[in-house]
Structure formats: structure tokens, C-alpha cells
């Protein structure tokens, strides 16, 4: 069957039409213009020197969905697509791609350097589980100053690890300085894009190595679907040696699971590679197809809607700062926040959707005006179509310790906003009502 469809030039296009059709590669059967969900837990080989070659990784095909399927491989090309990326990878959610990301170049006795401003889930990730597989984490004293960074360095440093604008407290992370701290201690930078996604900010074309999204919050956009992704810069060197031993003793010392492959041969996508062929082979983290196909659905209206995120979210940001019951608005948006330098000085339109504010009062005050709501759902997601709300020091980051709280930014007063695309006069009046509440 002849088609004229050829998207064989897909990143020549702009992102808006990127993200309708990268990875769309019509199957030569039936040339679905939708990508089919390819609901199957495996593929028949043509015959035993097939099935060799494919488990030997020199065809790249299909064996099991828990490695690869075509609907996945869909939405792994247009993640990486989206995101300037050589590879992507995806996972089951974005906690299982963040992991995969510090375990695929960090084990027992290494070290991980992170900004404190970190979702809640992420920074127990970093201070107690990866703890206890032996990989020590330190949280910069201020993240927004390179010399803390660099100040947090071991000898046995693996990685720095920032999130694009953070979650809740809204901050802009000057990705170009930290890189280039990284790099000078031979380390990649690591960054968390889900609260920008590509629409707003690339990372890996301001020096980032790798980058994890949470493709549940903007990216799939109504919550339906839970995701992450792993994307690869393809830029990063992973033979470097430090003190005449390799950095990164994994990827240039042969794989016993693969016959002596060294990962570093590969080329650009050695790090795709490896966190597909290694943990996502042993975790079992996969995304689902159906879960792959909601998230490239809803992928092709992501330009659109987070266009209008954040005209919202400005505007929101705009209405809290001129309340008399609110004390402090996280958003660099605004001229006030500390972090509108960074954002003129990275060119970024916007800086998400995703900000909080600290209330007049406390925990007391905060759920009072949570509960008052009627538009706004109280639940711990972002990134829907519809307003989210909730309270972050009992709910999202409710496992932190006072002086994590603290060095994320959150207090009892503090309530988080992820502002969805309704009318903003619907979503200010209904913030208003919680305002009233309160007294």
C-alpha cells in the first residue's frame, strides 16, 4: 500500500507540528493515521538467527513490551524529538524515569549533587531510598549560587540534578552555570523538565545532559495517564577518567549481560542504551501501550494548551501579589520574584504554570481557604487542563522534616496552584470565595 505521508524531515518542522508528527511512523499495513495501541506482550521472530540477533541488540526490534513497543517507540521519538534529545526512553511513571536516570550512572558508595527545591517525591527518592542503596545525595545550601554547587562536589560525585522551574516554590535554575560546574568535575547535568516541558524550555540546548519528565503532569495534560520518560543529549563523554580511573566504570567496561558490550561504544545514545538494554530490562518499569497512546494524544495539543496555562497562571500570580491575605507569591513571573533575572536572562517566555503562595495565617488559615474552593480540585497532581490545589507540607513533600521544608521553600501557609486553561476570570473568582472563607 503506496502513501504520500513522508515525515522522514519531522525536525526540520516547527514544535507545534513536531508534536502532531514525530514518531509517527505509518505501519506499512493498514497506514493508520492514528498510532495504533499495540496491546501485545510480545513479537514472532522470522526465524531463530532473528530472534538471536534481536536479544544480541543488533536489531533493534521488537522482543517484549517491558523493552520496546511500537507504540511506545512512538512517543519515545516524539520526546525526543520535542525535547532536542538524540534517544528517549520511556517509564511507567516519572518517579521509575528519575530513578532509572541516577541508577543508570550511580551505585553503592557514589554521590549525586541536588538543588533542595525538589518535588516532594523526588526528595525522598534522593534522602532515604537512594540512601539506602549506598548513594549519598547533598542538597546545595543555595542552589541559585554555582559556587554552592561546586562547594557540594565529592570525589565520588556522579551527577548534578536541578528540575527546570521548581516544584512548588516556583524557582528558574540557571541550567548554563550549573552545567558548566558540572562539566568542569566531569559530571552531567541531570534535569527535571516536567513542570516546562519542550514547549517552554529545552535543556539539553542549555547545556543539560539528560533530562526526566513526569509525562503524567503537562505532556498527557488531563490527567489520564501516568509516564516518564528518560531523554538523552547524546552529547556527554562517557569515557572521561578522573585521577586516571573512569567516571563511569559502567559504560566503559564490558556488560557481562551482553557479551562484553561497552556502552560507550554505542556513540550518542549510550546512555538511552544502556537505562533501556539494563534497568529498564531488570526493573520491569514499562510504560503501558495504552498509557503511551493517551500521553502521544494528548501531546498534540500541548503548544496550545500550555500557551494558555500560563496567560492564566500569570495572571493568577498578578491577582495573589496585589491580596491583602497573601504574604508571599512563588512565581518568577512576577517582577518581585528573585528569580526574573534568570528567566530574561534565559530568554523563556514563561516559567510554568505550577506556583504557590504563602497565606496570611497558617496550616489553619490554608486549609480553610483549600476548602472553600469549589473550581479548583484538591488533589496532588499538576499539569491537568483543570485547576489543581493543594497543601504542600501535608500532602506532596508531607514526608520532609522541618529544615527540608524550609530549604524547599514550603511553610504550613503555603498552598500550591497548578492553574488550568478555564476562563481566568472562573478560576480568580473562585480563589476569591477561599479568601472569603478565611475571614
Not at 522470522?46 to 533493534?60: I, K, M, Q
Not at 503501558?288 to 500521553?295: E, K, V, Y
Not at 529544615?403 to 511553610?411: E, N, P, R
Request: hydrophobic letters at 40%; aromatic letters at 8%; glycine letters at 8%.
Amino acid at each position: 500500500m503506496s502513501t504520500k505521508y513522508d515525515n522522514s524531515a519531522v525536525n526540520e518542522w516547527s514544535f507545534a507540528t513536531r508534536s502532531l508528527h514525530a514518531g509517527q511512523n505509518l505501519d506499512g499495513s493498514t497506514n493508520a493515521r492514528n498510532v495504533p495501541i499495540y496491546q501485545t506482550t510480545s513479537y514472532v521472530f522470522n526465524d531463530a538467527e532473528h530472534a538471536a540477533n534481536r536479544f544480541g541488540l543488533s536489531d533493534a526490534g521488537p522482543i517484549y513490551t517491558r523493552l520496546t513497543n511500537p507504540t511506545q517507540d512512538a512517543l519515545e521519538e516524539r520526546l525526543a524529538s520535542l525535547e532536542g534529545g538524540v534517544a528517549a526512553v520511556a517509564f511507567a511513571s516519572g518517579q521509575a524515569a528519575e530513578t532509572a536516570a541516577i541508577l543508570n550512572l550511580a551505585s553503592a558508595g557514589d554521590h549525586i549533587v541536588a538543588s533542595p527545591r525538589l518535588y516532594g517525591g523526588t526528595s525522598t527518592l534522593f534522602t532515604v531510598t537512594l540512601k539506602r542503596l549506598g548513594i549519598d545525595v547533598t542538597l546545595v545550601d543555595n542552589p541559585d549560587d554555582p559556587t554552592s554547587w561546586q562547594d557540594a562536589v565529592q570525589p565520588n560525585t556522579k551527577a548534578f540534578y536541578g528540575e527546570t522551574f521548581g516544584n512548588p516554590v516556583a524557582d528558574v535554575l540557571d541550567i548554563p552555570a550549573i552545567a558548566e560546574v558540572a562539566h568542569k568535575n566531569l559530571v552531567p547535568l541531570i534535569v527535571d523538565n516536567t513542570i516546562a516541558t519542550g514547549a517552554l524550555a529545552r535543556p539539553l540546548e542549555l547545556g543539560a545532559d539528560v533530562v526526566v519528565v513526569s509525562t503524567t503532569k503537562f505532556y498527557t495534560g488531563n490527567g489520564s495517564a501516568i509516564g516518564g520518560a528518560i531523554i538523552d543529549g547524546g552529547s556527554f563523554d562517557w569515557t572521561v577518567e578522573r585521577d586516571g580511573e573512569p567516571v563511569f566504570p559502567y559504560f566503559v567496561t564490558p556488560d557481562e549481560a551482553y557479551h562484553g558490550l561497552k556502552y560507550a561504544d554505542l556513540g550518542a545514545p549510550a546512555f538511552a542504551v544502556k537505562a533501556r538494554a539494563g534497568l529498564l530490562r531488570d526493573t520491569g518499569a514499562a510504560i503501558s501501550p495504552f498509557n503511551a497512546w493517551l500521553t502521544l494524544n494528548g501531546i498534540e495539543t500541548l503548544q496550545l494548551r500550555v500557551e494558555k496555562h500560563n496567560a492564566n497562571a500569570q495572571a493568577v500570580a498578578e491577582y495573589l501579589e496585589g491580596h491583602a491575605k497573601v504574604t508571599k507569591v512563588n512565581y518568577a513571573g512576577l517582577d518581585s520574584s528573585p528569580h526574573k533575572e534568570v528567566k530574561e536572562k534565559l530568554g523563556y517566555d514563561y516559567t510554568g504554570s505550577v506556583l504557590s503562595f504563602d497565606i496570611d495565617g497558617g496550616r489553619e488559615e490554608a486549609w480553610a481557604f483549600i476548602d472553600a474552593l469549589k473550581l479548583h480540585s484538591n488533589l496532588a497532581n499538576i499539569g491537568d487542563t483543570r485547576s489543581l490545589v493543594v497543601h504542600p507540607a501535608t500532602t506532596t513533600h508531607s514526608q520532609s522534616d522541618e529544615a527540608a521544608l524550609k530549604a524547599a521553600g514550603i511553610t504550613q501557609a503555603t498552598v500550591r496552584l497548578s492553574v488550568g486553561i478555564e476562563d481566568v476570570q472562573d478560576i480568580i473568582a473562585d480563589l476569591e470565595r477561599g479568601f472569603a472563607a478565611i475571614g
